[in-house]
């Protein structure tokens, strides 16, 4: 059978093949029990016809069957393609009999297989010699067991003599056929070069057609190629398209592959079969500049595939109808000196397609007032040897740097428009594993341990040659090596940054805001080293200038907790003033209400760069898939005028964003690190109490600041009144400082376990002797390794009465017995003491038993959950899972509307927040008589006053979810006042007390920016 011609072979029991190979989908097995089963789910979209044969659960004894006929007996190579992840196993054996005797058997996936990326589907075979005639192929489990829902995807068998076959299921499903007829421009040989963009992993493939037809690879032979006038014979292009999904195919005509043709003059015709008959769609053009989009479906077997097979000029046409045709906002303005970019792709993917095309999608780009056409922003050097931070090469690096500059200077844009230039996406900290292993890191550790002034005595070991970086398995035998090896993953990656940011800013000659966009692993995990990407550390250099986050907030109990991260960026960048620049995730089904509140709270926080991600266009890239389904949202009109007032809203305030920044508060949440490295991978329950404590400050209008524990050894924590601490270890030296700060003063709140070790996770006893309570050791009850969004499936443990209020015990518990003199404020169910406060010196403390913010967040999801109607499923209640693909929190698109509250559609956030438990947890807050200079009527409005020399601004945000028709504030303001004015309402009217306070109100729908001007 030639692999290159179509087939289609679905083998029921007893169908008889004359030829090879021979294929099977697994999905045609038959079975009598429940152990197997055809599935298509998220699981299966890349399996061959999108479906396979599932058997991780149901009857462990389970098998399933099918018949071949073997036409000539044979030396046979059986391949079997299943779905493979690196840590998950679903071992399932295939054994090939005849007349009831086993012929022979393999097991597969009992080992994970190298240079496999997890949930892709892989090939693995074993070689048998089959007789002629029937044979049967059953499907069974490994030792009868039972695997994770996520595998034992079985996709497909393939029996093959040819043991130099390289199986390709795409060759055994529906067949696109392709020919090209040039144009009578060409007097010089072109070929036709496609680049397949797809929209999974294996992304991208280059193919050429000539003479000689489809061939994979950059350029054919120079005597297959074509002239004007010439055509090419049918061309199989199903190698290019996915099942599930097709492809983008990026056309041009190259003389060679590094010389394109002026323009790309042709016509091309589509079938489904190598013959005129079957031709299905014809396109004649001419682009000039000489490029081409064309999407293609799967297959063009229907009539609704068929009508997905559409060219660039069609999707722009039609985009921009609409577009013009759109009531855009008025009011605010584009920004001029905030650069605000977004990302879109008018072209494919380094294809420039035809002059009217990209006109047309560059007039719609325009309604939004994004930056891209009057700024730019550059690339980085991300050359290593050997993949080690440690092992920069430099000599590669400063070459590129060359030919970038080269090549941005011929490109006619001006080096002092660049915005910043982004080194590279998601990098993390090398893991220490690697670190461990690589004599590189052993050099650069020492030596930064040097800097730092250590000793090998303080690193706990006897000599030089002991200080190293240790893997997470000797953390405990090596505990101060392992605190800084954690410590050193940020370091190691920042010193790699910097070496990048000499080099261009020489190369460009000026300085340039240098960055990488970090993903928000801090929001994902509630821990820095989840990513090995610790801010206070990396910006704690003057090799640093700027630091770069994103919003995805991906399984995040709130999109508000993107705001949390860059208050994190905000902190950090503290001493030093580096910029801060955020990517706006606006696409995967984010709703335009979320896409406003994370603009304003972000902006609200220091982000001054920002871009969009992502806009599209959906014909030029695969971010956000197929075009006929594509979550980009150049897709989605609905979300445009959001997306517009965006802009609109900072550029409105952009004069009073760039010269205001936020005082510093009177309230700050201590980070500590150290614990982020010591329960890496044991329980992240600690960091979502922090995380959500913030969440409850914000709330309340609280302005609060994150301090690090190094920020506080430097003696930054002096000026708060308050300091809440979640997590049990601490550095000695801040400990030290903190013990002093609350002896002149401060009011500390401690949760469960907090501050009770220290970096090298040994007692910690600094605090003790002005603790309100006997503390006894912490208890980890439920340990959480999972993202915030799945908080809600820790169990009650025990209850907490504080008055009239109950919150529930979750995840750790501290019993405590309150010391003579203490104020018990909250008891647990067997009366002992859940939250205790004494006073210490001039100060205070207040020590929690338990994790109360955790409750509070759990409180708010389970209450929008339940108006979903959802349920706690006995599998989230046993697994925590960290790897496999996010929720969303709405369970079931369409499913809330059965509620009837509107909240559910408008956004995917909870709001209904318990006001007692906020309360309870801003208590110390309350104490100590703070009164922001702002403060709100309505709770969980985003409201952050930012202040300078000519006036202020206040970014608002609608977290209640419901727009609110009068929302009143009060304003202690530094200066005296002109007037107010909001970017949606215009000029606002006040009232200034004799006091010097200003009282005024608007109504709110999402955001808005409210701008105070002084005399």
Request: negative net charge.
């Given at each position: ?8 072979v ?13 294929f ?8 009598s ?36 006929t ?97 199986p390709?299921?795409?060759?055994y ?89 002026p ?9 489904s079969?190598?013959?005129?008959d079957?031709i299905?769609?014809t ?14 479906p ?13 060219r660039?000029?069609?999707?722009a ?49 325009d ?18 040897h ?35 230039c ?9 893991p ?6 690589d ?11 040097k800097?730092?002034?250590k ?10 040659d ?27 990656l920042?010193d ?38 610790d ?22 109990s ?61 014909w ?19 979300k ?21 920044t ?25 960091g979502?109490?922090?995380m ?84 006894e050791p ?63 010196g001039q100060?205070?403390?207040y020590?929690?038993?338990f ?8 409180q ?26 996010t ?17 559910l ?14 309360e ?9 008589s ?28 609608n ?47 999402s ?6 001007f002084?005399?």
């Amino acid at each position: 059978m030639n692999r290159l011609v179509a087939i289609i072979v679905l083998l029921l029991p007893g169908i008889a093949l004359a030829a090879e190979p021979i294929f099977v989908e697994a999905e045609s097995f038959t079975t009598s029990t429940d152990g197997w089963k055809v599935q298509e789910n998220r699981q299966t979209r890349s399996a061959s016809m999108l479906n396979t044969l599932h058997g991780a659960v149901g009857d462990p004894s389970g098998v399933a069957q099918t018949s071949v006929t073997i036409s000539e007996a044979g030396d046979f190579r059986i391949w079997v393609r299943f779905l493979h992840h690196k840590t998950r196993r679903g071992p399932f054996q295939l054994a090939v009999a005849q007349n009831n005797q086993t012929v022979g058997s393999n097991h597969f996936d009992k080992e994970p297989l190298p240079n496999a990326f997890n949930w892709d589907y892989v090939w693995d075979y074993f070689d048998l010699t089959l007789p002629a005639g029937t044979v049967e192929l059953e499907l069974s489990k490994t030792d009868q067991e039972n695997c994770s829902p996520y595998v034992r995807h079985v996709d497909c068998v393939l029996l093959t003599t040819d043991k130099e076959l390289t199986p390709n299921h795409l060759l055994y499903g529906p067949q696109t056929f392709l020919r090209v007829t040039l144009d009578d421009v060409y007097d010089n040989p072109v070929y036709i070069h496609i680049f397949a963009d797809h929209y999974h992993a294996p992304w991208y493939q280059h193919f050429n057609l000539s003479k000689a037809g489809t061939k994979p690879g950059l350029r054919p032979a120079l005597d297959e190629r074509l002239v004007g006038g010439e055509q090419t014979p049918w061309c199989n292009i199903t190698p290019m398209l996915y099942q599930d999904s097709g492809a983008i195919l990026n056309i041009t005509a190259r003389h060679h592959y590094a010389e394109h043709a002026p323009q790309l003059a042709a016509k091309l015709e589509f079938a489904s079969a190598p013959n005129e008959d079957s031709i299905v769609r014809t396109m004649q053009f001419d682009c000039q500049p000489n490029g081409l989009v064309v999407v293609t479906p799967p297959d063009l077997t229907t009539e609704e595939h068929r009508s997905r097979l559409m060219r660039d000029a069609e999707f722009a046409e039609a985009t921009g109808k609409v577009a013009d045709a759109m009531d855009w906002p008025t009011f605010g303005k584009k920004p001029e000196s905030i650069p605000f970019f977004v990302s879109a792709t008018v072209g494919g993917y380094d294809t420039e397609v035809d002059k009217a095309v990209s006109d047309r999608e560059w007039k719609t780009l325009d309604y939004f007032g994004f930056s891209n056409r009057d700024k730019s922003y550059i690339g980085g050097l991300w050359y290593m040897h050997d993949r080690s931070f440690c092992r920069p090469d430099i000599e590669k690096m400063k070459e590129s740097a060359a030919t970038k500059v080269d090549k941005f200077v011929q490109s006619g844009k001006s080096i002092d428009d660049i915005a910043y230039c982004m080194l590279m996406d998601e990098p993390t900290g090398q893991p220490a594993s690697f670190a461990a292993a690589d004599e590189a890191y052993h050099e650069a550790f020492r030596n930064w341990i040097k800097k730092l002034g250590k000793t090998p005595e303080d690193l706990l070991v006897a000599d030089w040659d002991a200080v190293r970086p240790v893997p997470e398995s000797e953390r405990d035998q090596s505990p101060a090596l392992h605190y800084f090896t954690q410590r050193f993953r940020t370091r190691a990656l920042g010193d790699f940054m910097a070496i990048q940011r000499g080099i261009l800013e020489e190369a460009y000659g000026r300085t340039l805001p240098t960055l990488v966009n970090f993903s928000d692993g801090a929001t994902y995990h509630a821990n820095f080293y989840g990513q090995g990407v610790d801010y206070f550390e990396l910006l704690d250099s003057d090799d640093q200038n700027a630091l770069w986050s994103e919003d995805w907030a991906n399984g995040a109990s709130s999109y508000q907790c993107g705001a949390y991260n860059v208050d994190l960026m905000r902190a950090a960048a503290r001493e030093r003033g580096q910029t801060l620049g955020h990517y706006l995730v606006a696409h995967a089904g984010r709703k335009p209400w979320d896409i406003k509140l994370k603009g304003a709270s972000e902006t609200a926080r220091g982000i001054r760069l920002w871009k969009n991600f992502s806009y599209g266009v959906s014909w030029g890239s695969h971010e956000g898939g197929p075009t006929w389904k594509s979550h980009t949202w150049y897709s989605k009109p609905e979300k445009w005028i959001a997306n517009a007032e965006v802009v609109r809203e900072i550029g409105g305030a952009e004069d009073l964003l760039l010269s205001s920044t936020a005082k510093p508060a009177e309230v700050a949440v201590l980070y500590s690190s150290s614990t982020d490295a010591w329960t890496l991978g044991q329980n992240y329950a600690f960091g979502f109490n922090r995380m959500h404590t913030w969440m409850a400050l914000a709330h309340a209008q609280i302005p609060v600041d994150f301090v690090s524990e190094q920020q506080v050894e430097k003696g930054l924590l002096q000026d708060y009144k308050v300091c809440y601490l979640s997590g049990p270890n601490l550095t000695s030296a801040a400990a030290e400082k903190l013990r002093d700060w609350i002896m002149e003063g401060g009011v500390l709140y401690l949760s469960a376990g907090a501050a009770s070790h220290d970096e090298f996770n040994r007692p910690l006893a600094t605090l003790d002797e002005l603790l309100p309570a006997d503390r006894e050791p912490l208890q980890v009850l439920q340990p959480f390794l999972n993202s915030g969004s799945y908080l809600h499936i820790l169990q009650a443990q025990d209850v907490v009465t504080a008055g009239e209020q109950e919150l529930d015990v979750l995840s750790v518990q501290q019993r405590q017995s309150a010391r003579s003199g203490s104020e018990v404020l909250a008891t647990f169910k067997d009366g002992s003491a859940a939250i205790v406060r004494t006073d210490a010196g001039q100060g205070s403390i207040y020590s929690a038993g338990f994790l109360p913010s955790l409750d509070y967040i759990k409180q708010a999801l389970v209450a929008r959950r339940d108006l979903q109607a959802a349920q706690v499923t006995a599998e989230e209640l046993a697994t925590n899972r960290t790897d496999v693909p996010t929720p969303v929190l709405d369970l079931k698109e369409g499913e809330a509307t059965t509620t009837g509250d509107s909240r559910l559609e408008r956004s995917d956030n909870p709001w209904e927040y318990s006001a007692d438990v906020r309360e309870l947890i801003l208590q110390p807050v309350r104490t100590a008589s703070i009164t922001p200079p702002l403060t709100c009527n309505v709770p969980l409005v985003d409201a952050v006053l930012l202040e300078g020399d000519s006036g202020a601004v206040i970014p608002l945000a609608n977290y209640t979810l419901a727009p609110l028709k009068q929302v009143d504030f009060t304003l202690q303001p530094a200066q005296p006042i002109t007037r107010i004015e909001s970017i949606h309402q215009g000029e606002l009217n006040y009232h200034t007390t004799p006091e010097g306070k200003v009282h005024f109100s608007l109504p709110l729908d999402s955001s808005d920016y409210v701008q105070v001007f002084y005399r």
